[in-house]
């Protein structure tokens, strides 16, 4: 099936520490996204990622998307007490054409961050 | 302001009761979705639709139904037959086809 999984499912650092969640499919994707849930909130999107290698970053966030298009991973350089919240990948399958595709959310990584 | 409105935040069923949360966006999008949320275990997809009077079964539809009557609203039924039916529930929409989604509130459903 279409399915994409996420490790770890906890994180817990240190602040300054580095925290890094990692995306798999089974399949190829059409793009991969990245959204942020904080405690109590809804999931917010974070980027997207598009082709193939793709490297994009954000501040301290670093976002990569795998060759093949079937994994990813999220890098948080120098973590804050700010970065808490969960994170979630989201493989959107079969879009292109009229079909708006499937949108599979990964599990999520919990981080926590320590003062 | 554009955005997806979730109501109510809150909903208490009891057992055996089917119950509607309702979904309605005013950003002109044409797909729409909702997901279930348990602790550790992330989002999951309920159901989908791309376009008005088609929806399409997500990853865990069973003892859910939904309807796509306007573009702008897209409920969810929660029926009797959801054996474990407490959890939180997340409606999106996205208008473009490689585009990201936008969530509403959530609505947190407790079967007593």
């Known amino acids: 099936g279409q399915q994409v999984m996420q490790i770890p499912q906890y994180q817990h650092v240190q602040e300054g520490e580095d925290f890094t969640t990692y995306c798999n499919s089974s399949?190829?994707?059409?793009?991969i996204q990245w959204y942020k849930q904080r405690p109590g909130g809804h999931p917010v999107f974070l980027i997207q990622?598009?082709?193939?290698?793709e490297v994009k970053k954000q501040k301290r966030l670093t976002f990569q998307f795998g060759e093949a298009k079937k994994n990813s991973s999220l890098h948080i350089t120098a973590t804050q007490t700010t970065d808490v919240g969960t994170y979630f990948c989201?493989?959107?399958?079969?879009?292109?054409?009229?079909?708006?595709?499937?949108?599979?959310f990964g599990q999520g990584t919990i981080l926590t961050v320590h003062p | 302001d554009g955005g997806i409105t979730q109501s109510p935040k809150y909903l208490f069923r009891k057992e055996g009761q089917n119950v509607t949360l309702s979904c309605e966006q005013n950003?002109?999008?044409?797909?729409m979705y909702w997901y279930r949320q348990d602790p550790g275990q992330g989002l999951r997809l309920i159901y989908y639709?791309?376009?008005?009077?088609?929806?399409q079964k997500g990853d865990i539809a069973e003892g859910y139904s939904v309807s796509r009557e306007k573009k702008e609203s897209f409920p969810l039924t929660v029926t009797s037959a959801q054996k474990n039916p407490t959890a939180f529930y997340l409606c999106?929409?996205?208008?473009?086809?490689?585009?990201?989604?936008?969530f509403g509130q959530g609505t947190r459903l407790t079967v007593v």
């Open positions: 999106a929409s996205r208008w473009t086809r490689q585009g990201d989604a936008f």
């Open positions: 399949t190829t994707l059409s793009n």
């Open positions: 990622l598009v082709k193939s290698g």
């Open positions: 989201a493989g959107l399958f079969n879009a292109g054409g009229t079909s708006y595709g499937k949108l599979t």
């Open positions: 950003l002109n999008h044409d797909a």
């Open positions: 639709s791309q376009i008005v009077n088609d929806f």
